[in-house]
């Protein structure tokens, strides 16, 4: 054979024998990594690093209408009367926040609130209102001269579920402004019906007669999108319905009447108006704590609130006579 051909069959074996052992380095590799793996057996906190996927400062949003009479239950369980009083007017000593102060609250998005129990931090500001500025998006071009206020919390994150978190800031939204009750929500859904649900649709997933094919640009608001509207105070939407967004096509209502239904919109109603749309973000029924009671007890919302009230009265007027009896022995 010639001594060329030898040599060239000779490197030919070499290049194959290094390919064969290039293909076969991944293989090894993969095969050590599967024999390295959690199994399924393993608890949960083995599978991941906690920091990775607890979703810490990284604000998440709920599947579903977070129900206010769960979040009572929480309250309860979590034992936050007893830093913010079973009123939620705050306990002398241990917060100086105001639950029920209606001015306050109407001026806190639900996005914050939820930074602050669950991660322990947040801030509390004004927020500007928009109706001057012509677009929500706008709002960022006006600021306020007081300083936002940094506030301290205890941090939640890795006792409660999202949901559960949810289901608490919006029982804590109700004690400042309640509940719709069935026959308000009655009343209210008729007006909604004649002057919103055209664009917004009587649902208030922005889908009504005037939006048909989602043609609107801008597109009529929907009122359950959450990451949307968790990130608007009451104040705002309060603004946006009274007087309008120029350029987006929002008519101002104040002022303004409904013959049909006999309603003017004057400020006190467009506060109920305000609370109608936060009703698409918020439920009082029972979701899941709640269903052990209203199978044993077939309560309307109206009267699952209620009987929330009742239970903070009865806290109270409890610790009352408990500091009455403990000064009577002293």
């Not at 509207?229 to 120029?246: C, L, P, S, V």
Request: charged residues 25%; aromatic residues 8%.
């Amino acid at each position: 054979m010639h001594p060329q051909l030898t040599r060239l069959k000779k490197l030919t074996r070499k290049f194959n024998l290094l390919g064969f052992a290039l293909l076969t380095i991944p293989i090894a590799v993969s095969l050590t990594a599967c024999q390295s793996q959690v199994s399924v057996g393993q608890k949960e906190s083995e599978l991941a690093n906690r920091d990775a996927t607890a979703g810490k400062d990284v604000v998440l949003f709920p599947d579903a209408v977070p129900s206010v009479y769960d979040g009572s239950v929480y309250w309860q369980q979590q034992n936050c009367a007893s830093c913010h009083g079973a009123d939620g007017k705050g306990v002398a000593g241990q917060c100086d926040i105001d639950l029920t102060n209606v001015e306050r609250m109407r001026q806190r998005k639900p996005v914050d609130q939820y930074k602050l129990i669950s991660f322990g931090e947040g801030k509390e500001e004004l927020t500007p209102v928009t109706s001057a500025l012509g677009t929500a998006e706008g709002s960022e071009a006006e600021t306020k001269e007081a300083a936002p206020r940094v506030m301290k919390h205890e941090a939640f994150l890795d006792k409660l579920s999202k949901r559960q978190r949810w289901d608490l800031i919006f029982y804590t939204r109700s004690l400042a402004v309640p509940l719709l009750s069935d026959e308000e929500r009655l009343a209210m859904k008729a007006v909604f019906g004649a002057n919103c649900a055209v664009c917004h649709g009587s649902r208030g997933a922005g889908d009504g007669q005037l939006n048909k094919g989602l043609v609107l640009q801008p597109a009529p608001a929907n009122f359950t999108q959450f990451d949307r509207f968790y990130d608007r105070t009451d104040e705002q939407i309060w603004d946006h319905i009274a007087n309008g967004i120029r350029w987006e096509g929002m008519p101002n209502f104040l002022g303004k009447q409904d013959r049909g239904n006999k309603v003017t919109f004057d400020a006190d109603y467009i506060w109920k108006l305000t609370q109608y749309v936060r009703n698409f973000h918020e439920d009082s029924a029972p979701a899941l704590e709640g269903k052990k009671a209203s199978r044993n007890n077939s309560a309307s919302p109206s009267a699952i609130s209620t009987n929330i009230k009742d239970k903070a009265a009865a806290d109270k007027a409890r610790i009352a006579e408990e500091l009455d009896r403990k000064e009577s022995v002293q």
